[in-house]
């Protein structure tokens, strides 16, 4: 072990880490309950490295909201509207193809579409809509609808959701986002989303897209009512069903926003909580292999400093983004590539673009960036781009 660390109060946590060992949730509590940050930089960070080296990367995508109508009303959102209100909205299918589109052109190669469970739109709105894009590029990947969207549509359908994810995928879906998680507590779903579906149906969900094949992130949402312990229940039962399925390619925390929504909270997430959350589940979640500080609800600034603690990605130049930024965050709307790149290198990490899986397509190892070419979607795109730049 370090010798740094041989006096310490969690030098026992610390030894089993730099062994490579799993951890309990106890030493999970226990680490959550530290204010020695340093620490645990110094153990994420190493964690950080021995899965993913000296790279961090980010992805050049788009976001698209389809409609912000939605038949719940979960106390956290500022994001959905009801048909009555006057600043709702809702997307036709030409007017995301248009988007798309536009977007194709900045060189993006994955399109992240999400949107409230609207209270009319039909089923057949949603497959044509990636059949739609999927007809403008083949190769331009498709990450869509959060779990409780899905549920949405087999009770639309009346279909079984086994069958509504077959029939999304036969129309162009390629990943589910890992939206609506919150967190998996009962009492504190009750409190922050009622209403909205239980932990067993987000993870059966996501259960059934792995064992079809599919892939998808997982996400957090903390800094409002919840406990450590709870943090500490859903991060284990995220990793339990990762030991299952081994279908999660990243998880990413998202900070509660207090701004313009019915929760109250004392203390919002503050930069410390940011970055102990960051380390705690780097060094927790040991079978999901990345970790996305997600620089809409953290400002670049901060999530560049989480890439000490653990993280090993920045998300996407995204283009749009609405959720979020109507709860309240100040954050931009986009962030260009080379602010990744340059934020990256200040960290000192080598910048990387990736594909949605992860899949190195860029890196910026030298004065020029060097292109790797997976076998993707997205890496024909790319090479198009730089064919015809």
């Known amino acids: 072990?370090?010798?740094?660390?041989?006096?310490?109060?969690?030098?026992?946590?610390?030894?089993?880490?730099?062994?490579?060992?799993?951890?309990?949730?106890?030493?999970?509590?226990?680490?959550?309950?530290?204010?020695?940050?340093?620490?645990?930089?110094?153990?994420?960070?190493?964690?950080?490295?021995?899965?993913?080296?000296?790279?961090?990367?980010?992805?050049?995508?788009?976001?698209?909201?389809?409609?912000?109508?939605?038949?719940?009303?979960?106390?956290?959102?500022?994001?959905?509207?009801?048909?009555?209100?006057?600043?709702?909205?809702?997307?036709?299918?030409?007017?995301?193809?248009?988007?798309?589109?536009?977007?194709?052109?900045?060189g993006i190669t994955e399109l992240h579409i999400v949107g409230g469970l609207h209270p009319s739109l039909p089923y057949r709105y949603y497959l044509d809509m990636l059949r739609a894009l999927k007809a403008l590029d083949a190769r331009l990947h498709l990450k869509c609808f959060t779990a409780i969207e899905v549920l949405h549509l087999a009770t639309l359908s009346k279909k079984p959701m086994e069958k509504v994810l077959e029939e999304l995928k036969e129309a162009g879906l390629d990943s589910l986002t890992g939206g609506g998680a919150e967190i998996f507590r009962p009492s504190v779903r009750e409190a922050i989303a009622r209403g909205k579906?239980?932990?067993?149906?987000?993870?059966?969900?996501?259960?059934?897209?792995?064992?079809?094949?599919?892939?998808?992130?997982?996400?957090?949402?903390?800094?409002?009512?919840?406990?450590?312990?709870?943090?500490?229940?859903?991060?284990?039962?995220?990793?339990?069903?990762?030991?299952?399925?081994?279908?999660?390619?990243?998880?990413i925390p998202l900070p509660y926003q207090p701004e313009n929504n019915a929760i109250p909270v004392s203390h919002a997430p503050s930069g410390f909580d940011t970055l102990r959350t960051m380390a705690v589940s780097r060094l927790y979640l040991?079978?999901?292999p990345h970790l996305t500080a997600y620089w809409v609800g953290l400002g670049l600034k901060l999530a560049q400093l989480a890439l000490s603690y653990g993280a090993d990605d920045l998300h996407g130049t995204i283009v749009e983004e609405h959720i979020f930024r109507m709860a309240g965050a100040k954050t931009p709307q986009l962030q260009?590539?080379?602010?990744?790149?340059?934020?990256?290198?200040?960290?000192?990490?080598?910048?990387?673009?990736?594909?949605?899986?992860?899949?190195?397509?860029?890196?910026?190892?030298?004065?020029a960036p060097r292109v790797i070419a997976p076998a993707s979607g997205a890496a024909a795109i790319l090479q198009n781009n730089l064919a015809t730049a």
């Open 1 to 106: 072990m370090n010798g740094l660390w041989q006096q310490h109060p969690l030098r026992d946590i610390a030894a089993r880490v730099e062994a490579g060992q799993r951890l309990t949730e106890a030493e999970a509590l226990r680490l959550f309950q530290t204010r020695d940050v340093h620490l645990l930089s110094a153990l994420a960070s190493g964690v950080r490295e021995r899965l993913n080296g000296r790279r961090a990367s980010y992805i050049v995508n788009r976001y698209i909201n389809y409609s912000n109508y939605c038949i719940l009303s979960c106390q956290f959102c500022a994001f959905a509207r009801k048909k009555r209100n006057g600043d709702g909205f809702e997307l036709t299918v030409e007017e995301i193809v248009a988007k798309a589109r536009e977007a194709l052109g900045l």
């Open 197 to 251: 579906e239980p932990a067993e149906d987000y993870l059966h969900v996501h259960r059934t897209w792995h064992r079809m094949g599919g892939r998808s992130t997982c996400t957090m949402l903390y800094g409002h009512v919840e406990t450590l312990e709870d943090r500490v229940d859903h991060l284990r039962q995220l990793r339990a069903l990762q030991d299952e399925t081994g279908g999660f390619c990243g998880f």
């Open 286 to 288: 040991d079978n999901i």
């Open 336 to 367: 260009t590539e080379l602010a990744m790149v340059k934020a990256i290198r200040e960290a000192g990490l080598v910048p990387v673009q990736r594909d949605t899986f992860y899949q190195p397509l860029k890196v910026w190892d030298g004065p």
